[in-house]
C-alpha cells in the first residue's frame, strides 16, 4: 500500500537550517506530483512546495528563497531544504501525493489534490 514516512523535524533557533525527508513506498514514485505541506496549531493546513514529476517545483511566497523542493526518484525519497528558518516556520510538515498521476491539477499548493499524507514530523523554531 502507498506509505509517506518522513523525518528529518527537530528543534533549531531562528536562521538555523533543517532538512526533512519522505521515503515513499507502495508506487512508482517517480510519476506522481509530490508536495509539503505544514499545519500550525489552530491553523489550516498549508502548502510549501510542489514538484511534478518532471521537476517543476512551486514554493509559497513565504518560503521562497529560503526553501527547496526536491526529488530523488533513486531512492523514492522527497525532500525539503529549510534554511533562514523563522520562528513561523514552526508546525507539522507532511509530505502528499496527489490521487493520479500524469494529470493537470490547477492548485498544487491545495490539501484538497493530494488524498495521500505521512504522519508528519514537527519542525519548531525559536527566536
Known amino acids: 500500500q502507498v506509505q509517506l514516512v518522513e523525518s528529518g523535524g527537530g528543534s533549531v533557533q531562528a536562521g538555523g537550517s533543517l532538512r526533512l525527508s519522505c521515503a515513499v513506498s507502495?508506487?512508482?514514485?517517480?510519476?506522481?506530483?509530490m508536495a509539503w505541506f505544514r499545519q500550525a496549531p489552530v491553523k489550516e493546513r498549508e502548502g510549501v512546495a510542489s514538484i511534478t514529476s518532471g521537476g517543476d517545483t512551486t514554493l509559497e511566497d513565504s518560503v521562497k528563497g529560503r526553501f527547496t523542493i526536491s526529488r530523488d526518484n533513486a531512492k523514492n525519497t522527497l525532500y525539503l531544504q529549510m534554511n533562514s528558518l523563522k520562528p513561523e516556520d514552526t508546525a507539522m510538515y507532511y509530505c502528499?501525493?496527489?490521487?493520479?498521476?500524469?494529470?493537470?491539477?490547477?492548485?498544487?499548493?491545495?490539501?484538497?489534490?493530494?488524498?495521500?499524507w505521512g504522519q508528519g514530523t514537527q519542525v519548531t523554531v525559536s527566536s
Open positions: 507502495g508506487f512508482t514514485y517517480a510519476t506522481y506530483c
Open positions: 502528499a501525493r496527489v490521487q493520479r498521476r500524469g494529470a493537470y491539477y490547477s492548485d498544487v499548493l491545495s490539501p484538497k489534490t493530494y488524498n495521500y
